[in-house]
């Protein structure tokens, strides 16, 4: 009842899934992941233990290929799971059993595998391997653009219901105490990937930061529109000055580190966002 990816980049060392379905919290079921070991997903009458049990085995040294074979060795419904692994190599696998409703179905490729059951057909699956290849950036930007392929080949052909992205880095989590780089879920929505979509926008402007050379001065029109902002959100009837409502206001929306504390510059994206969240 979902079609995911997982994939991973040697490179920047991330390894991570991105799924949807026609089904309530599909990210709470279908993606694992851990940094310098792989990813997994499962589906389709979903074997939930395949997630942590499979990270161990490859944490072990164990393939992607030897990994799968494992996990379905003694499993009574592997006629009924999906499952797609990528290991600490980049090795790739998928596996749909005979007993998954149709259009079931998918392929790997050298650091990647999608998987999908209950589709619209095998278009759904192609156009997420065509996306993730011609896509340019880092894994979260990739996988979300085969996630979106797939949904708009038509996805689970029951609908849309969730949608979730699960990207795994080493000291990536926040503070750098974990590796959980990306975790976002949508678990109930009438078009959950374009709303995953926002939400992974909102991430990089949150934990984003741009170059030098894209941070806009805050002078001529646009002090006009930022003192606008801050007019309409009241920040100048507690702050005498431009530079501490500024301060106030920036410090209020979470974009502390993509701002000049004295009100000098602002990062361009996040200007961006400012102006369409704040102004008419």
Not at 86 to 100: I, L, P, S, Y
Not at 106 to 124: D, E, P, S
Not at 190 to 213: I, T, W
Not at 265 to 277: A, C, G, I
Request: glycine residues 12%.
């Amino acid at each position: 009842m979902t079609f995911s990816i997982v994939a991973c980049d040697l490179k920047e060392k991330t390894w991570g899934v991105a799924v949807a379905s026609k089904f309530p919290a599909v990210g709470a079921v279908v993606p694992w992941a851990q940094a310098g070991v792989g990813a997994v997903a499962t589906q389709s009458f979903a074997n939930i233990a395949f997630g942590p049990a499979g990270l161990e085995m490859m944490t072990n040294g164990m393939s992607a290929k030897d990994t799968l074979a494992a996990l379905l060795r003694n499993d009574r419904d592997r006629e009924l799971r999906q499952v797609g692994l990528v290991d600490f190599k980049g090795r790739a696998v998928t596996f749909t059993g005979e007993g998954c409703f149709p259009w079931a179905g998918g392929g790997a490729g050298k650091g990647y595998a999608i998987q999908g059951n209950i589709l619209a057909g095998a278009k759904v699956t192609k156009a997420m391997e065509k996306a993730f290849l011609k896509t340019a950036g880092d894994l979260p930007t990739r996988l979300y653009a085969a996630l979106l392929a797939g949904d708009r080949a038509r996805g689970d052909r029951r609908g849309r219901q969730s949608a979730a992205i699960y990207v795994a880095k080493p000291h990536g989590g926040y503070g750098g105490y974990t590796d959980r780089w990306v975790d976002y879920r949508v678990d109930d929505h009438d078009d959950p990937v374009l709303r995953l979509g926002d939400l992974l926008e909102l991430h990089r402007l949150y934990f984003g930061k741009s170059a030098e050379g894209e941070r806009a001065a805050l002078k001529g029109k646009t002090l006009e529109q930022m003192t606008a902002i801050l007019k309409r959100q009241g920040y100048f009837k507690k702050h005498r000055t431009f530079a501490g409502a500024f301060n106030a206001f920036i410090g209020n929306e979470n974009f502390e580190e993509r701002a000049d504390p004295n009100g000098q510059w602002v990062d361009k994206p996040v200007l961006k966002y400012l102006k369409k969240k704040f102004l008419p």
